[in-house]
């Protein structure tokens, strides 16, 4: 039956009118959940007939980068942003595309043109911190999670990361001792990784938290969060065998498919063409 989805809807005689686009596309995205290459085929198609509209490009986009396609992701994303070049969403999308592809300057770049068209974003875009931490600029890091605690203050990986960024700068006691202070953090384990990261926790109690028995579904979640800023420990002490350990699982093991997930792909392959 999939295929016979497919097969119909490429034989199809698709009209070109404006009107006709939004259709279109509400079809092939019906048919993206099951059939992949067949929706790239498709927006493909619509591309063509609608040259001059950035939706098409957007959404195969978002396709590719789901499958992990990260460089025919940004020629898309770089083509609508030819069409709609005020876009701040466009330069949102390219940006996180540059980050998983390991391009740092170029995502640090394309959030700047984000905040240059939405300056009121600019507090709420930790994803750029993360960005200045891997393309080397940890001043300019520590300062956007500043900035974020304002809109965010409860968040231990917030504080986490202006920590990582600080003592790449000025060493593990001066981060310490400058580490933003935070509110209650309810997941599991954040308060035991706030702790390591003061210096008053201990390796032994994340991970304990992590794997306390328990039925609450988000358990892979907390584990999988207790190995990536343990791996990232260790990397900024400079305790490498350990930073892979614990980056491995978070990025193969314990693969999550959200944007911290991402940062443990991105961080386990820095470390891999390291070693």
Known sequence: MRWLVYLLLCAAPWKTSAQDIDSRLREVVSVSRTNVPAALTLYERIARDFPTNSQPLVLRARLLD???RYEDALRDLSAALKLDPKTPQLWQARGEV??????FKESVADFDRVLERSPGQAPHHWQRGISLYYAGRFADGRKQFDLHRAVNPNDVENAVWHFLCAARE??????????????????VPMAEIDSLYRGTGSVEKVISAATRPTSDPRQREAIFYAHLYLGLFFDVSGEAAKAREHISKAATDLSAEHY???VARVHFRKLNATQ
């Open 260 to 262: 911290m997930g991402d």
């Open 98 to 103: 540059n980050f998983k592809a390991g391009y």
């Open 170 to 187: 000025q060493g593990i006691t001066n981060a310490r001792a400058s580490m933003l202070p935070v509110g209650p953090d309810s997941r």
């Open 66 to 68: 789901r499958s992990r």
